[in-house]
């Protein structure tokens, strides 16, 4: 059993389960002692954190996860404080990384496979763009795929950022083998389009089961050599190799990946095209189409109850002892507080 920081937070109680762990946070698996469903508890220990601009964004990944509500995103239930970690309670992605599952099938998947996988997060990324958001850390690492459903989920959203046509970003972030190069360039502005270019890298390693660039000495680029080397490779872009390597897949999806990953962002295909490219349109998934009313992060005075919401605040009213005003006045104040924690969770149980 991994070493846990503390056994119970909240309504929760770890089960000793670590699920994944990044540079700033560990997530386990924790237990509703109440509603008896297990979720994503994400660990985030403010003594840990040595960088000022990770200290300043700490609550970002939560205010950007409270705008999306799609079902190729991870959801989130509830945040909390418990002895100096800030903790985030989310949907317990099932499943492996894109990444693990890619790197077992050693050359590639099939692209029947990749196609139904490329689909959805096309559709996912899509959707956070039309909510102003920026991944800006797509990988096969931050994609869970379920193998038996079919099914993924985008996560770790800690890097993301609001974005909008007049506010362009300039923070260089992210996965450097999957980062555009124009977050190379310190001070050089950028949009959405980084995220096309990382989906770009994610759709030829699953034809490949290779990354298309690759650091010198791999891991993080450790002295100036390397990085040039890099760099110069990202700006020539794809060359006929990467072409020949992905030719077992269709000219169609040759094509797609060619356009996405294309080093001036100018020439980048936009998500718009993307979406009507012959490759994707073969499979389009509809369905995946979320109701923004659905988000519960919305203003419960101004939004109708959905049927399902109207249940859940009932069944919480003679749950915890409380009227229906006073339930529906706690999720309004605390969206993502311990009744609205309740409340997000049970919805998504009845949703799902």
């Excluded at 993301?160 to 996965?175: A, D, E, K, P, Y």
């Excluded at 270019?197 to 390693?205: D, E, K």
């Amino acid at each position: 059993m991994n070493m846990l920081p503390f056994h119970t937070v909240g309504n929760y109680r770890l089960t000793g389960k670590r699920l994944g762990k990044g540079n700033f946070s560990t997530v386990y698996q924790a237990h509703h002692t109440v509603l008896g469903s297990n979720v994503a508890l994400k660990i985030i220990s403010e003594t840990k954190l040595q960088e000022d601009y990770v200290r300043k964004n700490l609550k970002r990944e939560e205010r950007l996860l409270a705008k999306l509500d799609h079902p190729c995103i991870i959801r989130l239930f509830e945040t909390m404080y418990h002895k100096n970690v800030y903790c985030l309670v989310m949907e317990e992605a099932r499943g492996s990384t894109l990444h693990q599952f890619v790197v077992k099938s050693c050359e590639g998947i099939f692209e029947t496979q990749a196609l139904t996988i490329a689909v959805q997060l096309f559709s996912a990324v899509d959707y956070m763009h039309s909510r102003s958001v920026v991944h800006r850390d797509l990988k096969m690492e931050n994609v869970i795929y379920d193998r038996v459903t079919r099914k993924v989920k985008i996560v770790d959203f800690g890097l993301g950022n609001v974005w909008f046509g007049g506010r362009h970003l300039i923070t260089q972030c992210g996965s450097p083998e999957y980062a555009a190069p124009e977050l190379y360039t310190p001070g050089k502005r950028y949009g959405p389009e980084v995220d096309l270019w990382s989906l770009g890298i994610i759709l030829f390693a699953m034809a490949t089961g290779k990354l298309p660039f690759h650091f010198k000495g791999g891991g993080r680029v450790r002295n100036t050599s390397d990085r040039s080397h890099f760099l110069e490779q990202i700006t020539r872009g794809l060359t006929d190799v990467h072409l020949k390597a992905i030719r077992k897949y269709s000219i169609h999806f040759s094509s797609l990946v060619s356009l996405l990953l294309k080093p001036n962002p100018r020439d980048r295909l936009t998500m718009a095209r993307a979406l009507v490219h012959p490759w994707l349109r073969k499979k389009q998934a509809r369905q995946l189409k979320s109701s923004p009313s659905a988000n519960v992060a919305l203003s419960l005075a101004s939004v109708p109850l959905t049927f399902v919401e109207q249940l859940v605040v009932e069944q919480m009213s003679r749950m915890l002892g409380f009227t229906v005003k006073n339930v529906l006045n706690e999720i309004e104040k605390k969206p993502y507080g311990k009744v609205g924690g309740v409340f997000n969770l049970m919805c998504w149980l009845k949703k799902r």
